[in-house]
């Protein structure tokens, strides 16, 4: 019962098992439902942030996948793409489509402590590259609304 809750938990109840872009896609559903999470405020979302960091270590540890990070394990991407959105105080539709294309490119391109931690193969590599992702990806998008006057 264990390894099917940590399945469940680790394909982000089921969006890593979309056919194509299984990344791409459980990223654009947590960009959606982080733009609900952030109408009801700010403490949604990083209760979700906090949630999903946590479950996801134990899910993607007892479902014994951390060592080669397949393809279906999206709750890593659920995490860092919550925490790419902490910048927002409310739902904007082209911040959070920022959030959305900072996350996926810094997760894609892997720059820095990111690639280090993808490299461990172990479940805190595979969430930790991720919210580093997340967390750079948070840090531009205030850059840019801070420095556009958008705040």
């Known amino acids: 019962m264990t390894a099917v809750i940590a399945r469940a938990i680790a ?3 089921g969006a890593g098992f979309f056919p194509r872009a ?6 654009l559903l947590a960009a959606l439902f982080g733009a609900v999470l952030l109408s009801l405020g700010p403490w949604a979302l990083i209760a979700a942030v906090v949630l999903a960091a946590i479950s996801g270590v134990w899910a993607i540890a007892a479902a014994g996948v951390g060592a080669d990070d397949p393809g279906w394990v999206v709750i890593d991407e659920i995490a860092g793409q919550f925490l790419a959105l902490l910048p ?9 489509m920022l ?3 900072l996350f996926r490119l810094f ?7 990111i690639g280090w931690l993808d490299r461990r ?10 919210l580093v992702a997340g967390a750079l990806a948070a840090v531009v998008l205030w850059l840019v609304l801070a420095w556009g006057g958008w705040r």
């Open 11 to 13: 394909s982000g109840f």
């Open 22 to 27: 299984a990344g791409t896609f459980a990223s």
């Open 88 to 96: 927002l105080g409310e739902p904007r539709p082209w911040p959070i």
């Open 99 to 101: 959030g959305f294309a």
């Open 107 to 113: 997760d894609i391109w892997k720059p820095g402590p």
């Open 121 to 130: 193969h172990d479940a805190l590599g595979v969430m930790g590259d991720d």
